[in-house]
């Protein structure tokens, strides 16, 4: 099987490299730390044609197609221009569009970041990725530390897992009745519902964890924190607002945390959920 590894991080030059141990041969275009001796084709226009595109995830950052490529990225029209070479393409978070022009292109389109195989997985690496930021990051141990986790989805279940086994007080604080429940069975000192944030409830934290992709850390909720206390924004986009005073806390932006602490299992991950999904007449 021919596979085309475009752009991306060095996750998916990993990927590549599971992909070629397993007897497919691959092809890298504008991708992270190739290989010595990989076949690279410089530009997407010269690209030939394949069984498989594995393309970036996300696919794109700010409507820009994401690449380490020391070259300008390609436009996701550039890219586009690829789903006829190929018969099936995986990537992540695809825009309206992409998933628009692969369905015109008739290619066959796998978006990791809706499988949830792929995201359990991706889960585990960004928690424990997460607390290794915290104690780099931090001056103070995880033990008997008093740390607040906002959401309880697979990363904030995983994240709060970690954090209880290493000694920290934890409080969660989830939107649902059920999942504060399980966040206390789980090990959680206590779990409280997100509206309690905008009233104080942060007080006293000395770690706060955010996996909400929502505007629920603002002004009002992070006020109360010491300048000392540590924010480790795990959702990506603009969901801390940090308070106009010379003593906010500390703001850690943390997305894409697989690739940049664990490239090498991050694409593994990537290449056993390729190989996975693949159509059997592949």
Avoid at 67 to 96: H, Y
Wanted: with cysteine.
């Amino acid at each position: 099987m021919n596979v085309i590894v475009c752009g991306g991080d060095r996750r998916l030059t990993e990927a590549g490299r599971v992909l070629t141990a397993r007897g497919h041969h691959v092809t890298y275009c504008l991708a992270a730390d190739v290989p010595e001796g990989a076949d690279i084709c410089p530009q997407t226009d010269d690209l030939p044609s394949a069984e498989v595109l594995l393309l970036p995830i996300p696919l794109v950052r700010g409507g820009i197609f994401c690449c380490q490529a020391k070259s300008p990225p390609p436009s996701l029209s550039g890219i586009e221009m690829l789903l006829s070479r190929v018969r099936c393409c995986f990537c992540g978070g695809a825009p309206d569009r992409f998933v628009c022009a692969a369905r015109k292109s008739d290619c066959r389109l796998f978006d990791l970041l809706e499988d949830p195989a792929f995201l359990w997985e991706n889960a585990a690496l960004t928690a424990e990725a997460a607390v290794g930021l915290a104690i780099r990051e931090s001056e103070i141990s995880l033990r008997g530390a008093r740390v607040s986790v906002v959401g309880h989805g697979r990363i904030a279940r995983l994240l709060m897992r970690h954090l209880c086994a290493l000694g920290a007080s934890v409080t969660v604080f989830a939107r649902k009745p059920a999942d504060r429940a399980e966040a206390v069975l789980c090990g959680a000192i206590r779990a409280l519902p997100t509206d309690a944030l905008a009233q104080g409830a942060l007080g006293g934290a000395d770690l706060v964890f955010n996996t909400v992709p929502f505007p629920l850390l603002g002004p009002a909720a992070l006020g109360v924190l010491s300048p000392n206390a540590c924010i480790v924004e795990l959702a990506g986009g603009q969901n801390v607002t940090l308070p106009q005073t010379p003593n906010a806390p500390h703001l850690i932006e943390a997305p894409g945390l697989p690739g940049k602490w664990f490239p090498v299992s991050a694409g593994r991950a990537v290449a056993e959920a390729v190989l996975r999904l693949l159509p059997p007449d592949l």
